[in-house]
């Protein structure tokens, strides 16, 4: 954790904000603007990237992971200029849980992948990318878009203390723990066989 140099209210402050950047959920709205139905009623119901794949529309999918990413590294940006590293990392814990369970949907929200890695490239740069390049290897090499989030996921602790971020330290384990608790279900098909892979329904 970075030392904590600012007022519980300003922290508090970016805990909100975090979280309603987090909270909003552009999969749905490019599925709603681009004419491809309700998310909720296609493939797993899930509204990110992976099920916006699932409609045929890779530039929709596309858009998708990159808003996603980019909420949670603009709720990181703005903390940090504004009001230090302790609310970086409040805002950033926010905005995953913003993703995660957003009010606007009954907190039934996305796994928070695409967030994840937006929220560490802008938290960290050079940990950002060794998670995407993580996720990039295992989903290349493995076609499953899930397996390769909790391999991003399981290796971004590691690269935390590999590249010497230490002061995210915990973040990142809290992060980690989350993206294993969203993929509970996955986990159990990988173990199965039956989880599908990308581009599949």
Same mark, same amino acid.
């Given at each position: 954790?970075?030392?904590?140099?600012?007022?519980?209210?300003?922290?508090?402050?970016?805990?909100?904000?975090?979280?309603?950047?987090?909270?909003?959920?552009?999969?749905?709205?490019?599925?709603?603007?681009?004419?491809?139905?309700?998310?909720?009623?296609?493939?797993?119901?899930?509204?990110? =990237?992976?099920?916006?794949?699932?409609?045929?529309?890779?530039?929709?999918?596309?858009?998708?992971?990159?808003?996603?990413? =980019?909420?949670?590294?603009?709720?990181?940006?703005?903390?940090?200029?504004? =009001?230090?590293?302790?609310?970086?990392?409040?805002?950033?814990?926010?905005?995953?849980?913003?993703?995660?369970?957003?009010?606007?949907?009954?907190?039934?929200?996305?796994?928070?992948?695409?967030?994840?890695?937006?929220?560490?490239?802008?938290?960290?740069?050079?940990?950002?990318?060794?998670?995407?390049?993580?996720?990039?290897?295992?989903?290349?090499?493995?076609?499953?878009?899930?397996?390769?989030?909790?391999?991003?996921?399981?290796?971004?602790?590691?690269?935390?203390?590999?590249?010497?971020?230490?002061?995210?330290?915990?973040?990142?384990?809290?992060?980690?723990?989350?993206?294993?608790?969203?993929?509970?279900?996955?986990?159990?098909?990988?173990?199965?066989?039956?989880?599908?892979?990308?581009?599949?329904?």
């Amino acid at each position: 954790m970075p030392e904590l140099v600012s007022s519980t209210p300003v922290l508090v402050l970016w805990g909100v904000i975090g979280y309603l950047l987090g909270s909003i959920p552009f999969g749905m709205v490019l599925a709603r603007v681009m004419n491809l139905g309700d998310l909720r009623k296609v493939g797993s119901g899930n509204i990110g =990237a992976t099920n916006v794949l699932r409609t045929g529309n890779k530039v929709a999918a596309a858009l998708t992971v990159l808003l996603d990413g =980019a909420k949670g590294a603009v709720a990181v940006l703005l903390a940090r200029v504004l =009001a230090g590293e302790d609310a970086a990392q409040v805002a950033a814990l926010a905005a995953f849980l913003g993703h995660c369970f957003p009010v606007w949907l009954t907190f039934r929200g996305g796994k928070g992948v695409a967030t994840f890695l937006g929220l560490m490239l802008a938290l960290a740069w050079p940990v950002g990318l060794a998670c995407c390049a993580t996720w990039l290897f295992a989903a290349v090499a493995t076609r499953i878009s899930s397996l390769a989030a909790i391999y991003a996921a399981a290796l971004s602790t590691i690269w935390v203390v590999l590249l010497g971020y230490r002061e995210m330290l915990f973040l990142g384990m809290a992060l980690t723990l989350l993206i294993f608790t969203r993929h509970w279900q996955n986990i159990l098909r990988i173990r199965k066989g039956t989880e599908p892979k990308i581009g599949e329904s």
